[in-house]
């Protein structure tokens, strides 16, 4: 049986049990990987798929949803058919005092996809995908301004 460890996750649990107290094994491990290809897979399909009946699938599914092995569901996004084609970095000075209105702010801009802190010369890094390159240059919230006093100046 192969064996998942580091179970820190929602469920508890010792490492490489699910919820009804399955260890994980291949069938499991070949459950996610279906998932990861199609998570919007049916449970008729993902049993055809894995081999198994479609009760054993559905709970097998439910164990690994309630455990938090499966935390949630995404959609894999085409931005350029989406109408955004560039990805840009952004790299900002923030004063020390600022970063809750910074925080703020990015939550409220549907742009922003990414946001790290950073070292060095900079405080943080922001993606954004936009339409294009002149988006990126038109909008505002994107335009250096000049250099400002730091928090520790």
């Keep these: 049986m192969t ?11 010792a490492a490489g049990r699910i ?5 994980l094994d291949a069938t499991h491990l070949k459950i996610l990987e279906v998932l990861r290809d199609n998570g919007r897979v049916s449970v008729s399909a993902l049993a055809e798929r894995v081999g198994i009946s479609r009760a054993n699938a559905y709970t ?33 000075t923030v004063r020390q005092q600022m970063w809750r209105q910074f925080r703020a702010q990015l939550a409220q801009m549907p742009e922003v996809e990414y946001c790290a802190i950073t070292t060095g010369q900079h405080d943080a890094m922001i993606q954004v995908r936009m ?15 000049p250099p400002k006093r730091t928090w520790w100046e």
């Design 3 to 13: 064996e998942i460890s580091g179970n820190s996750g929602s469920g508890g649990g």
């Design 19 to 23: 919820g009804i107290g399955l260890e």
């Design 60 to 92: 097998r599914f439910e164990a690994l949803r309630a455990d938090g092995v499966i935390r949630r569901f995404t959609a894999e996004i085409d931005h350029q058919r989406a109408g955004l084609g560039i990805v840009a970095l952004i790299f900002v």
């Design 131 to 145: 339409a294009d390159v002149a988006e990126v240059h038109a909008d505002e919230r994107c335009q250096a301004s």
